[in-house]
């Protein structure tokens, strides 16, 4: 029968291993989701690539850059921070290091004497800025872990709406970048006003400016076009936040697996241990009843006790 | 004489391919076509159809839900925020959202986001052949 220390042992270990099966299985799906995000991140690439590139040659044919959405203020009177986080945790220090590089524009901002505006994806930043009590802007839930165009748009149309009509002048977009599997990392960048483009409209190649024709109008083409690469860029982040989630909870997942295995290797170990020392127990038990018995069945050839009546 | 042709959307190359003929049509600028040899051009496009015709003769049509063109020397790039091929049209959808469209535009017709839907949904039977565009 075991003993009680045992039985504490044995019911810890049967419970450590449900945890792992069930990081195991985590750890197992978020692997296959990152191959599908990234395929997705990557598969998004050529239009952002390309709808680039038209706007390149839209500057070096001589379109005016004339666009509320690449008008350059020097001093913001508040700034837009937009931050990608996740649903669900159980993916390491995911979300931390956005937020931790949230809070230092906060700060940057606050130190620029800036006002600032939160727009929030992922139910993880919405949660840790509510309970802090900042003042958040709009936030989106549902959308961080499979991100579709439609909604980079609607996100992209909450912040362009913000420079637009309100009086911030800056909007930093804060995502992870996904470097590869073994690698992501928090990334800020300047998402309004656009800047690429205002150095290319600047630098005016002027080679190809000759002969392109518009439909309706330069200056028409490029409006419409602005806002669609707004999109793309948002649209691109998220992709890549997503992937970089799964990488992060699949890391995660792997480290509680191997550690659940650790556990459970010392654990049994221990309990190895203790049986094997109630075992003994009982046996030097045993053997001390059995020669007690044997002591008193004769007394005569018992050494001891003949020596013990002869000093009587 | 052909030209190269990239279709691509957000989520994924729709099509890449050769057409000797590419006719789409540009807001308020009516149809297009551009064979090899066409002037620089970059234009947007409306929610229509765009053709490529190959050197046999063969059409191929996709429904794009607005986007660019951009033609330069034989290369021409259409990007679109949707671009779907006649065939990969799910017509069944394509006639309940119009119905829903419909009736959104007949409760609000100043309801824009429900008349660009009204127009996609109505374009893309149109190319899948279901229902012509009157």
């Avoid at chain 1, 395929?39 to 001589?62: C, F, H, M, N, W």
């Avoid at chain 1, 009982?282 to 050494?303: K, L, Q, V, Y």
Wanted: charged share 25%; proline share 3%; net charge negative.
């Amino acid at each position: 029968m075991p003993g009680a220390e045992e039985r504490v042992l044995r019911r810890r270990i049967g419970s450590v291993q449900n945890t792992k099966k069930i990081t195991r299985a985590m750890e197992l799906i978020a692997a296959t989701r990152v191959v599908k995000a990234q395929q997705r991140a990557r598969a998004a690439k050529p239009y952002a690539q390309k709808i680039t590139q038209v706007i390149e040659d839209l500057s070096a044919a001589g379109a005016s850059v004339k666009h509320p959405l690449l008008e350059q203020v020097e001093n913001p009177t508040e700034v837009a921070i937009v931050l990608i986080t996740s649903d669900r945790g159980l993916c390491g220090a995911y979300n931390a290091g956005v937020i931790k590089a949230a809070e230092r524009e906060l700060d940057a901002a606050r130190n620029e004497g800036a006002g600032y505006k939160l727009v929030l994806v992922g139910s993880k930043g919405r949660d840790y800025f509510n309970f802090r009590n900042f003042d958040i802007h709009a936030d989106f839930e549902g959308i961080s872990d499979t991100p579709t165009y439609e909604d980079a748009r609607k996100v992209a149309e909450v912040v362009t709406d913000l420079f637009e009509n309100t009086p911030v002048d800056r909007v930093q977009l804060i995502y992870t970048e996904f470097i590869s599997v073994g690698s992501q990392k928090p990334t800020v960048r300047r998402f309004l006003p656009l800047q690429s483009m205002q150095s290319v409209g600047e630098s005016g190649d002027a080679k190809a400016v000759a002969d392109v024709e518009f439909e309706p109008s330069p200056e028409g083409v490029l409006s419409s076009l602005l806002p669609r690469y707004v999109e793309a860029r948002l649209f691109s982040a998220l992709l890549e936040s997503a992937a970089s989630e799964h990488a992060n909870r699949q890391r995660a997942m792997k480290a509680a697996t191997d550690n659940a295995e650790e556990l459970i290797i010392k654990l049994t170990r221990k309990m190895n241990q203790v049986r094997q020392d109630a075992i003994t127990t009982e046996i030097m038990e045993i053997i001390g009843g059995a020669e007690a018995m044997a002591a008193g069945a004769d007394d005569d050839n018992d050494p001891t006790q003949a020596e013990l009546e002869r000093i009587a | 004489m052909t030209m190269t042709v990239e279709l691509v959307s957000p989520e994924e190359i729709a099509y890449e391919g050769v057409a000797k003929t590419i006719i789409a049509r540009t807001v308020g600028g009516g149809d297009i076509a551009f064979q090899e040899g066409h002037v620089p051009f970059i234009g947007t496009l409306a929610v229509w159809e765009v053709k490529l015709y190959d050197e046999a003769g063969q059409t191929t049509t996709f429904a794009v839900h607005r986007g660019f063109v951009e033609v330069a020397g034989s290369h021409v790039i259409i990007l679109s925020d949707m671009a779907e091929r006649s065939d990969e049209i799910d017509i069944d959808r394509a006639r309940a959202a119009k119905a829903s469209a419909e009736s959104a535009v007949a409760a609000n017709d100043e309801d824009e986001e429900a008349v660009t839907k009204l127009q996609r949904a109505r374009v893309r039977l149109h190319v899948s052949g279901a229902e012509p565009l009157v």
